[in-house]
């Protein structure tokens, strides 16, 4: 069975910080990796998504995030954050023969100090 | 170009009821997945619908059941609502047929469901 792991519920960072969000994957295959970011009374909006090729992949609002197989981790970063970074952060993988059944994981909370 | 519209944006029900939700897929998207995601939890797949049949479905019990229409639009009803049933509820869209990589999961706001 698949599965995600966030082991961070909640980070706090200063404007103009680097950020990194953890996520670490249990999956029998080669996996589909996602972020979405989430602000309160929204839905998911996809930051960026992996499916195979250069394991350092670009997303929106200066958002990347590397995959890395020995580790079973894909971890995202962003080299400056911006107070409206600020929301809750999901890491999800998925299977193109299960298009829509991704599994989650339970978020990160991004805090973000002036 | 619309995205994914979901209605009611807010609902309170009562105990024992049933509730019906509704969601719009992304202008072109065939392919509709409901999620439950209960506070401070990440979403949860409850089912999958694609040419009118459900196609997949997560661990979820028989009260939640669906349906999609011609025009690709979805409901999710559930039956003999529970306090535990209590959560936000997105759909989200896809195109099946160019495969998972090139389209993705579009999620609509959700419907915030509260059981009393």
Known sequence: AQSVTQPDIHITVSEGASLELRCNYSYGA??????????????????LKYFSGDTLVQGI?????????SQSSFNLRKPSVHWSDAAEY????????????????????????? | D?????????????????????????????TVSWYQQALGQGPQFIFQYYEEEERQRGNFPDRFSGHQFPNYSSELNVNALLLGDSALYLCASSLRKTGYHN??????NGTRLTVT
């Open chain 2, 2 to 30: 619309a995205g994914v519209t979901q209605s009611p944006t807010h609902l309170i029900k009562t105990r024992g009821q049933q509730v019906t939700l509704r969601c719009s897929p992304k202008s072109g998207h065939d």
């Open chain 1, 30 to 47: 080669t996996p589909y990796l996602f972020w979405y970011v989430q602000s309160p009374g929204q839905g998911l909006q996809l930051l």
């Open chain 1, 90 to 114: 999901f890491c999800a993988v998925g299977a193109n023969t299960n298009a829509g059944k991704s599994t989650f994981g339970d978020g990160t909370t991004l805090t973000v100090k002036p």
């Open chain 2, 103 to 108: 389209s993705p999961l579009h999620f609509g």
């Open chain 1, 61 to 69: 609002k200066g958002f990347e995030a590397e995959f890395k197989r």
